[in-house]
């Protein structure tokens, strides 16, 4: 059973994963996809909740999850299409979860890539051999239009337009922004999450008296690509193969036998 912060009443493992594949994952796409998104969730919650032990939030500060009445107000006429096809995908891959030296692992997921996955040790400091940038075959692009005085106020800096082009942006290896040096230092993900950017592959072009911003991918990159994930399994991998491709050195298990 599974407590979810808000919710009155625990819930089923399997009954509160499809509420988060809904979440997650677009319901359009390849029930193979859906498959991997569900492992992925049950290992995430079995996890992060120590097999049921505490609550998780129903947000992106874990892991998004909707209810029933939610599900029927996004999906509207195409509800039993959409609920069949994630409680199927739920059901295929019943009690699965994804396994480094026996234990659960730490199922990071994202939207999509910049064509290359980030690594944890990038991301957070911390290197886990499960979690390394692997390539994967969607690339999103958006681009966005800040005023200088709109970036100051984010930033907390005071730099003129001139000081914004002139930032020096070093890549990583996934050729994500790692360090941001200008006036003042900031990490990637630091000037990713001030600015609320899409990801942390981004470059600053000059627009008239503002700044055009344009990110690839969508997310901080690590573990499973959803978009990736998706166009895989368009291209006929399997759960397993895609599971193994965004989470190397690992192996799936049976939640019941990890108690």
């Not at 009155?8 to 996809?33: C, D, N, R, W």
């Not at 500060?61 to 994630?86: G, M, P």
């Not at 940038?133 to 709109?150: A, L, Q, R």
Request: negative net charge; charged residues 20%; hydrophobic residues 35%.
């Amino acid at each position: 059973m599974i407590t979810v912060e808000g919710e009155t009443q625990s819930i089923p493992l399997e009954k509160y994963l499809v509420g988060v594949v809904a979440a997650e994952m677009p319901a359009s796409f390849h029930p193979v996809a859906l498959q991997a998104q569900a492992i992925a969730a049950r290992t995430y919650v079995i996890r992060n909740t120590d097999y049921g032990k505490k609550a998780i939030k129903p947000t992106t500060a874990h892991q998004v999850f909707i209810d029933e009445k939610v599900r029927q107000q996004k999906w509207l006429t195409a509800f039993d299409q959409y609920e069949q096809k994630i409680t199927d995908a739920v059901k295929a891959t019943a009690n699965q979860i994804i396994l480094y030296d026996e234990e659960p692992v730490s199922a990071m997921f994202h939207a999509s890539s910049n064509g290359a996955t980030e690594s944890a040790k990038n991301y957070s400091g911390h290197d886990l051999p499960y979690l390394q940038s692997v390539t994967s075959p969607e690339v999103s692009n958006e681009t966005i239009i800040m005023t200088v005085s709109e970036l100051n106020d984010k930033l907390q800096t005071n730099w003129t337009q001139d000081d914004f082009l002139a930032l020096q942006l070093e890549r990583n290896s996934s050729n994500r922004v790692q360090t941001v040096k200008g006036k003042q230092q900031f990490s990637g993900r630091e000037f990713r999450e001030l600015l609320q950017l899409r990801s942390t592959d981004f470059i600053l072009i000059k627009d008239g008296r503002d700044i055009a911003i344009t990110t690839k991918g969508y997310g901080h990159g690590v573990g499973m690509s959803q978009y990736g994930a998706n166009e895989l399994a368009q291209n006929r991998a399997t759960v397993e193969e895609i599971i193994s491709h965004y989470y190397p050195q690992t192996t799936i298990g049976n939640v019941c036998t990890k108690k």
